[in-house]
């Protein structure tokens, strides 16, 4: 970590609080799911065709308890890697820009085959480009052990709070829309949109920093995935702002995912916290600046009176919404595992298919170091 960081007493995790979640932005489609699906459908006898990958099945097991997460120290994979990323692009690489600010596809890397040195300068490749979408991988196919291992290189497994896992796999958070759930219809009779910006589990004290999400099965059309670069964010306010932003802090909280799960009578893992980080925080690798709030977890700026810290947050989570110049777009092909930079982007998925085809995709995220922040500059 640079010397010259600014982390005050007051940066550290707080007691969980018990209220409702009157100020949470939960309106993500997937926090309305229940707890549970079709079997039938998922085991091809409604018309549907059988899961394709069957291991891959979201449990929920309420047996499963861990402790609170621990500090740990962090070690930056990208960090003084060769930006030539020799051991990452053969010369028979395929690379295409999506935009000139974030995005890229590549094919002719199988990420499960990189060495030590290759996996280093993809994660120094993805906190530069922030989400990479690599085609044609074997990652689904892999025995869920070497895909756990492959990406545990990265850091300590993250094991959610809340979502369904394979059974045996707590560390694989399973985004599954199951065969003939149309439930999104209902959701959006109340929502005009299902778009809910958010980079994810920011509420632990050591948030995840690279990403891994791999498809397994996706509808003929839709349910594409957009990200949002936070660094480029940052960059596009004012001086003055900037400079205002730097030294505020704002609480992030799994409070009220946790309460939305346990009314569902879904799974906890792991009692919620909430932990406090700072609003620009410093990436290790880059030195980059980036905004680190969203609407799914962050709940109050440290220090303002509520109407304060509510124009302000509102201000931050519009101007990175509706920044379409900084923005891109994944679509999901058979075979594709995503990374990306969970410090320095947000992103959404699109609930925009309604015949009931089945959306299965698995994520492994590594937990990164405690978020900091380094001083102003112009």
């Given at each position: 970590m640079p010397p010259a960081v600014m982390e005050p007493p007051s940066a550290m995790e707080l007691p969980v609080a018990k209220q409702g979640p009157d100020q949470a932005a939960i309106g993500n489609y997937k926090?309305?799911?229940?707890?549970?699906?079709?079997?039938?459908?998922?085991?091809?006898?409604?018309?549907?065709?059988?899961?394709?990958?069957?291991?891959?099945?979201?449990?929920?097991?309420?047996s499963q308890k861990y402790p609170p997460l621990q500090p740990f120290p962090h070690i930056e994979r990208g960090k003084d890697v060769d930006t030539s990323y020799p051991d990452l692009f053969p010369t028979s690489a395929q690379v295409t820009h999506l935009t000139p600010s974030i995005g890229t596809e590549v094919e002719g890397v199988q990420?499960?085959?990189?060495?030590?040195a290759g996996k280093d300068q993809l994660a120094r490749y993805v906190a530069e480009r922030k989400v990479v979408a690599f085609r044609k991988q074997d990652f689904a196919s892999l025995p869920i052990p070497e895909a756990l291992d492959f990406v545990r290189y990265f850091g300590p497994l993250h094991i959610h709070p809340t979502s369904g896992s394979p059974a045996g796999h707590p560390e694989i958070h399973l985004v599954h829309r199951a065969a003939g759930d149309t439930s999104a219809s209902k959701f959006l009779e109340t929502r005009t949109s299902s778009?809910?910006?958010?980079?994810?589990?920011?509420y632990e004290r050591q948030p995840p920093g690279i990403a891994f999400l791999y498809i397994l099965e996706k509808p003929e059309t839709g349910g594409d995935t957009l990200f949002a670069n936070t660094a480029e964010a940052y960059k596009r306010l004012s001086p003055l702002l900037q400079e205002r932003l730097h030294g505020l802090q704002a609480v992030h909280s799994g409070v009220e995912q946790a309460n939305a799960s346990v009314s569902r009578g879904g799974v906890l893992r792991r009692e919620p916290v909430q932990s406090v980080h700072p609003i620009v925080r410093t990436h290790p690798a880059t030195g980059e600046k980036a905004?680190?709030?969203?609407?799914?977890?962050t709940r109050e700026i440290v220090g303002m009176k509520k109407e304060e810290s509510d124009m302000l947050l509102s201000f931050l989570f519009n101007h990175i919404a509706l920044g379409a110049d900084f923005h891109s777009r994944v679509k999901w092909e058979e075979d594709t595992v995503v990374s990306w930079d969970n410090r320095v982007t947000q992103h959404t998925a699109l609930i925009d298919w309604t015949d009931g085809q089945r959306r299965h995709i698995a994520r492994i995220m590594p937990l990164a170091e405690k978020p900091y922040e380094t001083p102003f500059s112009m």
């Amino acid at each position: 970590m640079p010397p010259a960081v600014m982390e005050p007493p007051s940066a550290m995790e707080l007691p969980v609080a018990k209220q409702g979640p009157d100020q949470a932005a939960i309106g993500n489609y997937k926090e309305h799911l229940p707890i549970t699906y079709d079997k039938d459908a998922e085991e091809g006898r409604k018309g549907y065709a059988a899961a394709k990958y069957p291991n891959y099945l979201p449990t929920w097991d309420h047996s499963q308890k861990y402790p609170p997460l621990q500090p740990f120290p962090h070690i930056e994979r990208g960090k003084d890697v060769d930006t030539s990323y020799p051991d990452l692009f053969p010369t028979s690489a395929q690379v295409t820009h999506l935009t000139p600010s974030i995005g890229t596809e590549v094919e002719g890397v199988q990420v499960s085959k990189l060495s030590s040195a290759g996996k280093d300068q993809l994660a120094r490749y993805v906190a530069e480009r922030k989400v990479v979408a690599f085609r044609k991988q074997d990652f689904a196919s892999l025995p869920i052990p070497e895909a756990l291992d492959f990406v545990r290189y990265f850091g300590p497994l993250h094991i959610h709070p809340t979502s369904g896992s394979p059974a045996g796999h707590p560390e694989i958070h399973l985004v599954h829309r199951a065969a003939g759930d149309t439930s999104a219809s209902k959701f959006l009779e109340t929502r005009t949109s299902s778009v809910a910006w958010h980079s994810d589990v920011t509420y632990e004290r050591q948030p995840p920093g690279i990403a891994f999400l791999y498809i397994l099965e996706k509808p003929e059309t839709g349910g594409d995935t957009l990200f949002a670069n936070t660094a480029e964010a940052y960059k596009r306010l004012s001086p003055l702002l900037q400079e205002r932003l730097h030294g505020l802090q704002a609480v992030h909280s799994g409070v009220e995912q946790a309460n939305a799960s346990v009314s569902r009578g879904g799974v906890l893992r792991r009692e919620p916290v909430q932990s406090v980080h700072p609003i620009v925080r410093t990436h290790p690798a880059t030195g980059e600046k980036a905004l680190f709030i969203n609407p799914q977890s962050t709940r109050e700026i440290v220090g303002m009176k509520k109407e304060e810290s509510d124009m302000l947050l509102s201000f931050l989570f519009n101007h990175i919404a509706l920044g379409a110049d900084f923005h891109s777009r994944v679509k999901w092909e058979e075979d594709t595992v995503v990374s990306w930079d969970n410090r320095v982007t947000q992103h959404t998925a699109l609930i925009d298919w309604t015949d009931g085809q089945r959306r299965h995709i698995a994520r492994i995220m590594p937990l990164a170091e405690k978020p900091y922040e380094t001083p102003f500059s112009m």
